[in-house]
């Protein structure tokens, strides 16, 4: 009777790795709702909001892009935070029950890539360093020692880590406020992503960004694990756009 317990329940974990993790929209349960939910987080160039409260970005259009695909209408869910709302998608305990998939700029690396699926890139860029004009800080590698603005749980506080200490640090919560802590004197410098920073600085006089970076990073579409009906058509998008889309929003 044990062993035929053991057995059992073995053959249950085996159904449930075969069909996903549970809550996790398959394509085919995406074109019976009619409607598929991509997550989005507020960021110049990549989801920004109109006076007429309308989304446009890069991000936003990809995920148009992607429900026009697969022939389903598109509700974006924006996330207000990083680390409890866009992170989700690589947290091993998350359902996935407020979004079947994100765009959401997600740097793409092998730590989150053990507890999600990565669409192909559609977004190369990296770290750097953003200084009031006249900073002594002239190099991205001479931060450390100096107060840094950056969001916790990123890419950009892990490029901030390898070259400074973690008191160096001055945690804000949304990309806009690393402009804001610099501009505002809350911080000496800033990190984050390059291109996001030149759309952020546009109208922010006595700003400049450093010449190199600190990282090379890509940008891809996350998703459930065992998904791959639903990865082959968000591939197909994104490699068929990148291009046409980064020209659109970042040139």
């Known amino acids: 009777m044990k062993r035929l317990v053991a057995v059992a329940l073995c053959g249950l974990m085996v159904v449930g790795l075969v069909s996903g993790i549970a809550g996790a929209a398959t394509l085919e349960e995406i074109k019976d709702r009619g409607v598929i939910k991509v997550g989005h987080y507020m960021a110049a160039g990549f989801c920004e909001?109109?006076?007429?409260?309308?989304?446009?970005g890069l991000d936003v259009e990809l995920g148009v892009l992607i429900a026009e695909k697969?022939?389903?209408?598109c509700e974006h869910v924006v996330q207000e935070t990083w680390t409890g709302g866009v992170a989700r998608a690589w947290d091993p305990g998350y359902d996935w029950s407020d979004?079947?998939?994100v765009a959401a700029d997600i740097t793409v690396t092998d730590e989150r890539g053990k507890h999600c699926t990565f669409s192909e890139w559609y977004f190369m860029t990296g770290q750097t360093v953003l200084v009031p004009e006249g900073s002594s800080i002239t190099s991205p590698m001479d931060i450390g020692g100096h107060s840094i603005a950056t969001v916790e749980g990123t890419t950009?506080?892990?490029?901030?880590?390898?070259?400074a200490n973690k008191s160096d640090l001055v945690y804000v919560p949304t990309p806009k406020a690393v402009v804001e802590a610099v501009a505002g004197g809350e911080a000496e410098c800033g990190v984050y992503d390059?291109?996001?920073?030149?759309?952020?600085?546009?109208d922010v006089p006595g700003l400049k960004i450093l010449p190199g970076r600190l990282t090379k990073e890509r940008y891809a579409v996350a998703m459930p694990q065992n998904t791959p009906d639903?990865?082959?058509v968000v591939n197909e998008v994104v490699t068929d756009n990148r291009v046409r889309l980064y020209q659109k929003y970042f040139d």
């Open 49 to 56: 909001e109109r006076e007429n409260g309308e989304l446009y």
């Open 70 to 73: 697969i022939g389903v209408e």
């Open 99 to 101: 979004f079947d998939i």
């Open 156 to 163: 950009c506080e892990e490029a901030a880590l390898s070259v």
């Open 194 to 202: 390059e291109a996001m920073l030149k759309m952020l600085t546009r």
């Open 230 to 232: 639903l990865l082959a």
